[in-house]
Nanobody
Framework: QVQLVESGGGLVQAGDSLRLSCATS????????VAWFRQAPGREREFVSG????????LYADSVKGRFTIFRDYAKNAVTLQMDSLRPEDTAVYYC???????????????????????WGQGTQVTVSS
């Protein structure tokens, strides 16, 4: 059974930094994208950042570009989201997600729709006060 476990959320002030971590277990083989999504109260789940399997390709939502950085540790099956210069509008539950297995050039892609990710963590709360 595939499991994703997030950690690192918390309450911080505007301008502070947080690092979210996601550990994946129970998955054999290789070749899938990983991503971070977030969901604020009353809003739909939105894409934050993702990392393709191939080519070290990353993708960021415009709202976090230049402030957030995603890292992927293939050996440890882990992905990290470094969040700097946090803003109150970043407040949300953050979810780690793992996609389906890719092949060929598809492994350069980073899907942005939550429906394309079959595996999800339980979420971690990030609250940024002004």
């Amino acid at each position: 059974q595939v499991q994703l476990v997030e950690s690192g959320g918390g309450l911080v002030q505007a301008g502070d930094s947080l690092r979210l971590s996601c550990a994946t277990s129970g998955r054999t083989g290789s070749g899938y994208p990983v991503a971070w999504f977030r969901q604020a109260p009353g809003r739909e789940r939105e894409f934050v950042s993702g990392h393709a399997w191939t080519g070290d390709r990353t993708l960021y939502a415009d709202s976090v570009k230049g402030r957030f950085t995603i890292f992927r540790d293939y050996a440890k099956n882990a992905v990290t989201l470094q969040m700097d210069s946090l803003r109150p509008e970043d407040t949300a539950v953050y979810y780690c997600a793992a996609g389906s297995y890719c092949s060929g050039y598809g492994c350069y892609n980073v899907p942005v729709l939550p429906t394309t990710y079959p595996y999800w963590g339980q979420g971690t709360q990030v609250t940024v006060s002004s």
